[in-house]
C-alpha cells in the first residue's frame, strides 16, 4: 500500500529573508509564515479584493503589546497608581517609539508597498511591528509573544529606564517625599562651567543639610532632576 506524503511547498527568496528578519529581530523562528506575510503587507500593495493588508494583524498586536506592557509595568512599579503606569505605557508604546524601534530594525527591508505612492514610511514600519507582533501572538502564543517583547524588543531596541526617566519629575517626587516626613531639602551648586558656549552644571542634594545625590546636566533643572533621582536611589525610595 503506497502512501502518500505531503511535500512541503519550498520558501521563496523573500519568505527565507522574511524568516532570518524575525529571527534576528524577534528571537522567534515562523511555523507559518503565511502569517508574516500578511503582516509585513501594506494596503497600497493590494491589487484584489479578496487580499487583506496587515491591518487586522496591527489590530491584534496592537492590543496584545498593550497587555504584555501593562503586565510588565504592574510587575515592575508595584507602589504606582493606575495614573503613573498609564502615562508609562503611553510611553512606551506611542506612535514615537514604535516607528523608532521599527527605523531601527529596519522593517521596510521587508515590507510589501507601493512606493510609486506618497507613502509616510516611518507610519507604515510601526505599524508593520505591531502588526508583527500580532503575527507571532497567532503563530506561537501569548507566552512566547511576552518573551519575545522582553527579551529583544527591551534588550536591543529600547533603554527602557532612559524612556521612562524622561516623564518622571524626580525632584518633585523628593520634594513631596521630604515634606511629608518635615524634611528640609535644598540644592548646591558645587559646580558651574561654560565651555565654548555648552554650560555645565554640578548639583548636590542636601536633606536637612546631609548630602545625597549629586547631579550633572546642561541646566541647573537637568542636574536638580539627577541630583533628585540619586538622592531617592540613596533613600530606597526607587
Not at 507601493?114 to 502564543?141: K, M, P
Request: aromatic share 10%.
Amino acid at each position: 500500500m503506497f502512501r502518500f506524503l505531503k511535500l512541503k511547498k519550498k520558501k521563496t527568496t523573500d519568505e527565507l529573508e522574511l524568516i532570518r528578519f524575525i529571527i534576528k529581530n524577534f528571537g522567534y523562528r515562523p511555523k507559518n509564515i503565511d502569517f508574516f506575510v500578511k503582516a509585513t503587507t501594506h494596503k497600497s500593495i493590494i491589487t484584489t479584493v479578496s487580499e487583506l493588508s496587515n491591518e487586522r494583524l496591527e489590530f491584534l498586536g496592537d492590543t496584545v503589546l498593550d497587555l504584555i506592557i501593562a503586565d510588565f509595568l504592574y510587575e515592575r512599579f508595584p507602589a504606582e497608581d493606575e495614573g503613573v503606569l498609564t502615562k508609562y505605557k503611553s510611553k512606551i508604546v506611542s506612535r514615537v517609539t514604535l516607528s523608532d524601534i521599527a527605523n531601527q530594525m529596519e522593517i521596510r527591508s521587508v515590507l510589501r508597498y507601493n512606493n510609486n505612492r506618497s507613502i509616510n514610511l516611518s507610519t507604515i514600519e510601526g505599524n508593520a511591528l505591531e502588526a508583527l507582533i500580532g503575527a507571532i501572538y497567532l503563530d506561537g502564543g501569548f507566552e512566547t509573544t511576552k518573551k519575545s517583547i522582553h527579551h529583544y524588543i527591551f534588550n536591543k531596541f529600547i533603554n527602557l529606564n532612559k524612556l521612562l526617566d524622561e516623564d518622571v519629575d524626580f525632584k518633585s517626587k523628593l520634594f513631596i517625599w521630604c515634606q511629608k516626613r518635615h524634611l528640609e531639602l535644598n540644592f548646591e551648586v558645587i559646580q558651574e562651567e561654560n565651555n565654548g558656549g555648552n554650560w555645565h552644571y554640578c548639583v548636590l542634594a542636601n536633606v536637612n543639610e546631609r548630602h545625597y545625590g549629586q547631579g550633572i546636566g546642561s541646566s541647573k533643572k537637568k542636574a536638580e532632576q539627577a541630583a533628585s533621582k540619586e538622592t531617592l536611589e540613596l533613600l530606597g525610595v526607587l
